[in-house]
């Protein structure tokens, strides 16, 4: 196996590696509504929202106090 075959076999492991990363997530709210996301919410912005990407790819953004909880999907 020359270099370049050993370079390419290292970057497909990374990227391989990079995609299992991200954790489903749970984001209950206090009426009861859940999203479920791809990767952790972001936390609470300055204005007082969390802003997060469901799993159908629509940008969420609720307010602070409306967040019940946020849990890792088991």
Do not use: H
């Amino acid at each position: 196996m020359n270099i370049k075959g050993v370079g390419l076999y290292v970057a497909l492991l990374c990227c391989f590696g990079v995609a299992g990363c991200s954790t489903a997530t749970v984001v209950t709210l206090q009426n009861g509504t859940q999203y479920v996301t791809k990767d952790l919410p972001k936390t609470k912005s300055k204005d007082g929202f969390y802003e997060f990407e469901d799993i159908s790819g629509k940008t969420v953004r609720v307010r602070a106090d409306e967040v019940a909880t946020v849990k890792t999907e088991d």
